[in-house]
């Protein structure tokens, strides 16, 4: 069936690095697509979202990229922060607009 | 924060028990979807209730059943619980159906059934 799923389960990086997150969807239909971060013991929180009119959309210090012709989203933190170590989830809202469908999510993990 | 309430924080089932768990939208929102997220996944979809009328159900069996209420506050009831019914229950509100506008999630319910 149709999922969103992620290439990397866990990524490690330094303090101050950059970190990317990459997802692959692939309902060729789905026309907006959210990342949400999610910390022990809370719910998910909104980061950014894109729809499938655009192909960059940039926040404070995040960068999401969206390569439709590949089917891949990726999300870019730039100067990550230990507050940035969480799961990241990329979701997909599919074109009858009444549901998200999530991946299973990459764990960031930011050493000081 | 994103003003999505639920309760209880936590809750203790046995097996064949019923529950209820209720979730209040961010004000201003008409939509509310809850998602079923076991530990170490992503979250599911479970259904979606806009003003007052289910909106969409995900693959989860009749045992799962909701309610929106007129100020848009939800509730979803599971019955016959069962061990894989363990998960933490999360709601989200958005404007409209969902579809162009962002879902905003509630910190869940941790149901744990034995």
């Known amino acids: 069936g149709e999922s969103v799923g992620l290439h990397l389960p866990t990524l490690s990086v330094q303090e101050g690095d950059n970190s990317i997150i990459n997802c692959a969807y692939s309902n060729s239909a789905s026309d907006y697509f959210i990342w949400y971060k999610q910390e022990s013991g809370k719910g998910p929180q909104f980061i950014i979202d894109i729809r499938s009119n655009m192909d960059k959309r940039q926040g404070q210090r995040v960068t999401v990229l969206l390569n439709k012709t590949v089917k891949h989203l990726s999300l870019q933190i730039a100067a990550t922060q230990p507050g940035d170590s969480a799961v990241y989830f990329c979701?997909?809202?599919?074109?009858?607009?009444?549901?998200?469908?999530f991946g299973g999510g990459t764990r960031l993990m930011v050493k000081p | 924060e994103t003003g999505v309430t639920q309760s209880p924080t936590h809750l203790i089932k046995t097996r064949g028990q019923q529950v209820t768990l209720r979730c209040s939208s961010q004000s201003g929102h008409n939509t509310v979807s809850w998602y079923q997220q076991a530990l170490g996944q992503g979250p599911q979809f479970i259904f979606q209730?806009?003003?007052?009328?289910?909106?969409g159900r995900g693959n989860f069996p009749p045992r799962f059943s909701g309610l929106q209420f007129p100020n848009y506050s939800s509730e979803l009831n599971v019955n016959a619980l069962e061990l894989d019914d363990s998960a933490l229950y999360l709601c989200?509100?958005?404007?409209?159906?969902?579809?162009?506008?962002?879902?905003?999630f509630g910190p869940g319910t941790r149901l744990t059934v034995l």
């Open positions: 979701a997909e809202n599919n074109n009858a607009g009444n549901m998200l469908t």
């Open positions: 209730y806009y003003r007052e009328e289910e909106n």
């Open positions: 989200a509100s958005s404007n409209e159906r969902g579809g162009a506008d962002t879902q905003y």
